[in-house]
T-cell receptor, first 116, second 109 residues
Framework: DVKVTQSSRYLVKRTGEKVFLECVQD?????MFWYRQDPGLGLRLIYF???????EKGDIPEGYSVSREKKERFSLILESASTNQTSMYLC???????????????FGPGTRLTVL | TQLLEQSPQFLSIQEGENLTVYCNSS?????LQWYRQEPGEGPVLLVT?????EVKKLKRLTFQFGDARKDSSLHITAAQPGDTGLYLC?????????FGAGTTVTVRA
């Protein structure tokens, strides 16, 4: 069974704090993704990575950065947390280069981040 | 702006009834995926449709991909409380998926 784990289920931080969200997958997948999920907006892609040390901006990268030093681990960093970054953060991984028939994204359970 | 529009946003039905969820876009996708997400969990893939006009069945769930590969529908026959969840469609474009906002389905016993 593919497993994607996220370091925390719930997190409460203060405005201006630096926040690290960790994601680990155990299936040797090449691709890893970070999304945020907000009511009425669905999932929006923040960053993704298709190889170690490689990263690509998604649709909403502002205020975020990422790190992928090892294949199995993909970290999302909020340099200076703000209240509008309160959201559910979902990590996903997939094996292939192309999303589609042979490429399923497997999601972690999510981290609900509240910034006060 | 959402690339994929899902309708309705909310759907509440009685056990045993049928329901249909729609996913529409002005863009063409190489494939389209449907996910279901339960509270406190990440989305889980239900199906991928690739060919225009394709129909796939998964027990009581029927998925259809439009001929032009821009829209899709999910039909559930004789819904059960276990079908309750958030249904998300996602269009595939190389590495990435673009998600709709989702349809929250509640099936009352």
């Amino acid at each position: 069974d593919v497993k994607v784990t996220q370091s925390s289920r719930y997190l409460v931080k203060r405005t201006g704090e630096k926040v690290f969200l960790e994601c680990v997958q155990d299936m040797d997948h090449e691709n890893m993704f970070w999304y945020r999920q907000d009511p009425g907006l669905g999932l929006r892609l923040i960053y993704f990575s298709y190889d170690v040390k490689m990263k690509e901006k998604g649709d909403i990268p502002e205020g975020y950065s990422v790190s992928r030093e090892k294949k199995e681990r993909f970290s999302l960093i909020l340099e200076s947390a703000s209240t509008n970054q309160t959201s559910m953060y979902l990590c996903a991984s997939s094996s292939g280069r192309r999303a589609g028939r042979k490429d399923t994204q497997y999601f972690g359970p999510g981290t609900r981040l509240t910034v006060l | 702006t959402q690339l994929l529009e899902q309708s309705p946003q909310f759907l509440s039905i009685q056990e045993g009834e049928n329901l249909t969820v729609y996913c529409n876009s002005s863009s063409v996708f190489s494939s389209l995926q449907w996910y279901r997400q339960e509270p406190g969990e990440g989305p889980v893939l239900l199906v991928t449709v690739v060919t225009g006009g394709e129909v796939k069945k998964l027990k009581r769930l029927t998925f259809q991909f439009g001929d032009a590969r821009k829209d899709s529908s999910l039909h559930i026959t004789a819904a059960q409380p276990g079908d309750t969840g958030l249904y998300l469609c996602a269009g595939a474009d190389d590495y990435k998926l673009s998600f709709g906002a989702g349809t929250t389905v509640t099936v009352r016993a």
